[in-house]
């Protein structure tokens, strides 16, 4: 039964892989703090946690706070080797001309284990869900409203003309993770690779239904969290995604403290290879983590422009249900 749902659960990532045909290049809003909503970089980390359910939430301003991005989370595990989990997140830009909504759900098979003890866990997860785009063309600048000698002049006809202003699209994605749940290990590693808008969502702004299509976008992951010491521990990892005729490529680290009873200490850089280094600091208390992490940017995009920055404020909290399904710790970032 377990070879069976492997070997179906491949063909339809490599059928829908060829299906996807040739898409302009388009990038994903994404989080720095990727690691506070996992199931946007892999559907498969849904409900690899330390408890029984999670909530999440995070704050992104950019640009001088003109772009801002929102999004939250929940995950619940199960005793029935099944994960469920759901994910929205919304960017636009402060005045409302652009908004960018995805709303989904997930579902991760934990079913597929070995070692000794199954504490080695193979994780396969489906995705589906809404993405809504839209923009408001009277918010919206361009050259034909500009006249000489007085600037813009917004009572000017642009002569643009749009068949759609809001579209939306049923998307879907999936996901494969490996994790080691192996306990009183020194260094545990996790990795996987995934694969969002596997059915290209159609974008018919400009050109109707045969239009702009969203390109897939993959992304692979890879870690491990290394226990120095009973109340150190250090988690390097590093993500690579690509979408269309863009890439991005981080790497980075964070040191875990013990602080007391129940609390922890977190701080760690990540660096967004030749675009920003992202230093991060947070605190662990039963269950709640807080973040806060700033993009700072070393390209020469900071030489142009000196609101490059961006700023990442996460809570989450991991909990255990009146149930008390004592799942199995997964050793690797406390996300």
Not at 193 to 202: C, K, L, Q, T
Not at 208 to 235: F, K, N
Request: hydrophobic content about 40%; some cysteine; aromatic content about 14%.
């Amino acid at each position: 039964m377990k070879n069976n749902l492997l070997f179906w659960f491949i063909k339809l990532v490599a059928i829908m892989g060829l299906l996807h045909g040739v898409c302009e290049a388009q990038v994903d809003p994404h989080f720095s703090q990727y690691y506070n909503q996992p199931m946007m970089v892999n559907p498969a980390l849904t409900g690899a946690i330390e408890g029984d359910y999670r909530a999440s939430a995070i704050f992104r301003s950019q640009y001088g706070n003109t772009l801002q991005t929102k999004g939250v989370s929940a995950e619940a595990v199960t005793d029935k080797n099944s994960n469920f989990g759901l994910n929205i997140f919304n960017e636009a830009s402060n005045d409302q001309a652009y908004s960018f909504t995805n709303a989904y759900l997930s579902y991760a098979y934990t079913g597929v284990r070995f070692g000794p003890n199954a504490d080695h866990y193979l994780v396969l997860a489906l995705q589906g869900g809404f993405l809504n785009r839209r923009f408001d063309p009277m918010k919206i600048q361009f050259g034909d409203q500009w006249v000489s000698g007085v600037g813009y002049e917004g009572s000017v006809n642009s002569g643009e003309v749009f068949s759609n202003t809001s579209v939306l699209s049923f998307d879907a994605g999936v996901g494969v993770a490996y994790y080691d749940a192996v306990p009183d290990k020194k260094v545990s590693f996790f990795g996987g690779v995934s694969a969002f808008h596997i059915n290209s969502p159609a974008s018919p702004f400009l050109y109707g239904d045969a239009g702009e299509r969203l390109p897939v976008r993959y992304s692979g992951q890879a870690g491990a969290r290394i226990v120095v010491s009973d109340g150190v521990s250090i988690v390097p990892s590093a993500i690579y995604m690509r979408q269309g005729g863009f890439s991005e490529k981080m790497v980075g680290a964070y040191v875990q403290l013990y602080a007391g009873e129940s609390t922890d200490l977190l701080f760690g850089t990540n660096l967004r290879l030749g675009d920003a280094a992202i230093p991060f600091a947070g605190f662990y208390y039963k269950g709640l983590t807080i973040g806060i992490s700033y993009d700072v940017t070393i390209s020469q995009l900071n030489t142009a422009d000196t609101h490059t920055g961006s700023m990442e404020v996460s809570l989450s909290y991991v909990g255990f249900g009146k149930r008390g399904v004592k799942t199995k710790p997964f050793y690797c970032p406390r996300f």
